[in-house]
């Protein structure tokens, strides 16, 4: 079946460690973006990418890194530099350009003990 | 700035009454504007979407939604809610030329029998 596939569901990470999430889809989309869902604060993004090879920092950019290798994988590391890593996050699929319906994966939860 | 407002973050209803779940956003230039609904510990699902044409949209599970310029608004409604309809409910915009969706907070829809 074609969609978005996040692994793990479920992270535990120790402070001070950093984590990768991984996101793939089969969908042929060009665009991907990574967004964390905190409660009561919506979905705010924190990096997107339109093409291979290039990626662009959302609004809160800070302790994460990505890359954009493969037009189908767009892995997101949480580093030791972000400050409460603790969330939900979610990963999402696009055709190039606006208006086009953005598709999302079931999440992964991040938890930092 | 790009902004969206959910002004209500939970709504309780009985079940096959009528709701409306509200959303306003920050400007008035071109707008694609999104309805996504989430339920607990998954993705988002795609309601509907506006990009152009009528102002009335039709989506999913009997889902509709207006779309008014004048009041920069693009309210959810649906004539009669049922038990399955308990979600959390995000209102989103891109501005045209642009591909990144901003959200709002959420709202919680809570049908009760």
């Known amino acids: 079946d074609g969609g978005i596939t996040q692994s793990p569901k479920y992270l535990f990470r120790k402070e001070g460690q950093n984590v990768t999430l991984s996101c793939e889809q089969n969908?042929?989309?060009?665009?991907m973006y990574w967004y964390r869902q905190d409660p009561g604060q919506g979905l705010r993004l924190i990096y997107y990418s339109q093409i291979v090879n290039d990626f662009q920092k959302g609004d809160i950019a800070e302790g994460y890194s990505v890359s954009r290798e493969k037009k189908e994988s767009f892995p997101l590391t949480v580093t030791s530099a972000q400050k409460n890593p603790t969330a939900f996050y979610l990963c999402?699929?696009?055709?190039?350009?606006?208006?086009?319906?953005?598709?999302f994966g079931e999440g992964s939860w991040l938890t930092v003990v | 700035a790009q902004s969206v407002t959910q002004l209500d973050s939970q709504v309780p209803v009985f079940e096959e009454a009528p709701v409306e779940l509200r959303c306003n956003y920050s400007s008035s230039v071109s707008v694609y504007l999104f309805w996504y609904v989430q339920y607990p510990n998954q993705g988002l699902q795609l309601l509907l979407k506006?990009?152009?044409?009528?102002?009335l949209v039709k989506g999913i599970n009997g889902f509709e939604a207006e779309f008014n310029k004048s009041q920069t608004s693009f309210h959810l409604r649906k004539p009669s809610v049922h038990i399955s309809d308990t979600a959390e409910y995000f209102c989103?915009?891109?501005?045209?030329?642009?591909?990144?969706?901003?959200f709002g907070t959420g709202t919680r829809l809570l049908v009760s029998p």
């Open positions: 969908l042929n989309h060009d665009a």
């Open positions: 506006y990009l152009s044409g009528s102002t």
């Open positions: 999402a699929s696009s055709m190039q350009g606006s208006g086009n319906t953005i598709y």
């Open positions: 989103a915009v891109s501005y045209t030329g642009f591909q990144k969706l901003v």
